[in-house]
Nanobody, 126 residues
Framework: QVQLVESGGGLVQAGGSLKLACAASGRAFSGYAMAWLRQAPGKEREFVAAISWGISWNTNTYYADSVKGRFTISRDNAKNTVYLQMSSLKPEDTAVYYC????????????????WGQGTQVTVSS
């Protein structure tokens, strides 16, 4: 089992950047595929990005079309942490961002994950 704690959210102007972090507790972090999802007010939770399990420098990444080229997901297994670097932020990126994990399972674009963080608010002003 793994527990996830997000940090790094906040208020930023359009065009700005933020870096989210998700710290995981528990064992075998490298065996977990990790993802970021988001939920805006009145909307369903949606997939943002995911990174496969394995060695930090030998993983695959996946992105929603809406964030491709602007967001970068990465992981540091030594720190049990996954990151989401967000650049060129837009007001439509405003949402609560959730970190999620699944052991040796990754469904690209999927919103069904085994473990979830509590979420961190990202607000992009125009």
């Amino acid at each position: 089992q793994v527990q996830l704690v997000e940090s790094g959210g906040g208020l930023v102007q359009a065009g700005g950047s933020l870096k989210l972090a998700c710290a995981a507790s528990g064992r075998a972090f490298s065996g977990y595929a990790m993802a970021w999802l988001r939920q805006a007010p009145g909307k369903e939770r949606e997939f943002v990005a995911a990174i496969s399990w394995g060695i930090s420098w030998n993983t695959n990444t996946y992105y929603a079309d809406s964030v491709k080229g602007r967001f970068t997901i990465s992981r540091d297994n030594a720190k049990n942490t996954v990151y989401l670097q967000m650049s060129s932020l837009k007001p439509e990126d405003t949402a609560v961002y959730y970190c999620a994990a699944a052991y040796h399972r990754l469904v690209v674009g999927g919103t069904t994950w085994d473990y979830w963080g509590q979420g961190t608010q990202v607000t992009v002003s125009s």
